[in-house]
């Protein structure tokens, strides 16, 4: 599939290590998102990004960083994470934020 | 804000019989409901959704009902297959809104 794709897929990192994730989208969509999903507990919303700002930061801790150079692109800036951060990391995109969201594969991240 | 509910977590159900995953949401200015499926080590995928302005829509084995009156919502899959298990969430939004609010998922197993 090309629609969302997702880079890496897995990364494993120390605490002390700075990392980014990067998300593509290839649907021509204004909304971009970032979610987290932990082993046995639901998706949560990280951040929302639509035309190119962001909309939406539920209470992300600043280790988290987003960016979205434009409507195609948004990268989760990592640093200083703990090993609770460990969890799949999913982005998504929509044309508009109250429609369908597709799905990237997402980045398994492992905080040792 | 939107709270989502979602019942039950898990479903067991015998290859061939019906499965109901049901949800509730609490804003009635929801308007979009989609329903996503998650196999194991893969992405959400949408399988079906549905707007406030119908009551019911059916695509092959899967039939999603709402009741805009009781707000909630059900996912309903008909002559189950070993194919069918995974993980299903489902999610309200609006367009006053600027995200999806996704149920806390559904473990839906067939069993052979």
Not at chain 1, 69 to 77: I, M, Q, R, V
Request: hydrophobic fraction near 30%; aromatic fraction near 10%; glycine fraction near 6%.
């Amino acid at each position: 599939e090309t629609g969302v794709t997702q880079t890496p897929r897995h990364l494993v990192m120390g605490m002390t290590n700075k990392k980014s994730l990067k998300c593509e989208q290839h649907l021509g969509h204004n909304a971009m998102y970032w979610y987290k999903q932990s082993a046995k507990k639901p998706l949560e919303l990280m951040f929302v990004y639509s035309l190119e700002e962001r909309v939406e930061n539920n209470s992300v801790p600043s280790r988290f960083s987003p960016e979205c150079p434009n409507s195609s692109h948004l990268f989760l800036h990592l640093h200083t994470l703990q090993p609770e951060d460990s969890a799949l990391y999913l982005c998504a995109s929509s044309q508009g934020t109250e429609e369908t969201q597709y799905f990237g594969p997402g980045t398994r991240l492992l905080v040792l | 804000g939107e709270n989502v509910e979602q019942h039950p977590s898990t479903l067991s159900v015998q290859e061939g019989d019906s499965a109901v995953i049901k949800c509730t949401y609490s804003d009635s200015a929801s308007n979009y409901f989609p329903w996503y499926k998650q196999e194991l080590g893969k992405r959400p995928q949408l399988i079906i959704d549905i707007r406030s302005n119908v009551g019911e829509k059916k695509d092959q084995r899967i039939a999603v009902t709402l009741n805009k009156t009781a707000k909630h919502f059900s996912l309903h899959i008909t002559e189950t297959q070993p194919e069918d298990s995974a993980v299903y969430f489902c999610a309200a939004s609006s367009n006053t809104g600027n995200q999806f609010y996704f149920g806390t998922g559904t473990s839906l197993t067939v069993i052979p």
